[in-house]
């Protein structure tokens, strides 16, 4: 079973950067999909990008197009999410997920998750 840590996470004024990573447990193999979700107090879980271990395939959540990147280094067997011109919006709880297959935008068709990490941005 694939274990994965997320770390990255803080506080940071609107307008700053953060980079999140996804570091998993054992190699992960070329037809895993690997993503990251958020989930803000009181809502769902949405979906923000995904990418391919093989391809480097992305795909983006319209919220975050042009400002979050995604990104995966195989030798380290973690992904990363470089979050930039941050708005106060984008406060939640950060997830990584994983699944063998290809790219999905719903939760529920991963089957790995993180414990989460906390961005918040305010002033």
């Known amino acids: 079973q694939v274990q994965l840590v997320e770390s990255g996470g803080g506080l940071v004024q609107p307008g700053g950067s953060l980079r999140l990573s996804c570091a998993a447990s054992?190699?992960?193999?070329?037809?895993?999909?690997m993503a990251w979700f958020r989930q803000a107090p009181g809502k769902e879980r949405e979906f923000v990008a995904t990418?391919?271990?093989?391809?480097?395939?992305?795909y983006y959540a319209d919220s975050v197009k042009g400002r979050f990147t995604i990104s995966r280094d195989n030798a380290k067997n973690t992904v990363y999410l470089q979050m930039n011109s941050l708005k106060p919006e984008d406060t939640a709880v950060y997830y990584c997920?994983?699944?063998?297959?290809?790219?999905?935008?719903?939760?529920?068709?991963?089957?790995?998750w993180g414990q989460g990490t906390q961005v918040t941005v305010s002033s």
């Open positions: 997920a994983s699944r063998v297959g290809g790219i999905r935008d719903r939760a529920y068709e991963y089957n790995y």
């Open positions: 054992e190699r992960t193999y070329s037809d895993y999909t």
């Open positions: 990418i391919r271990w093989n391809a480097g395939s992305t």
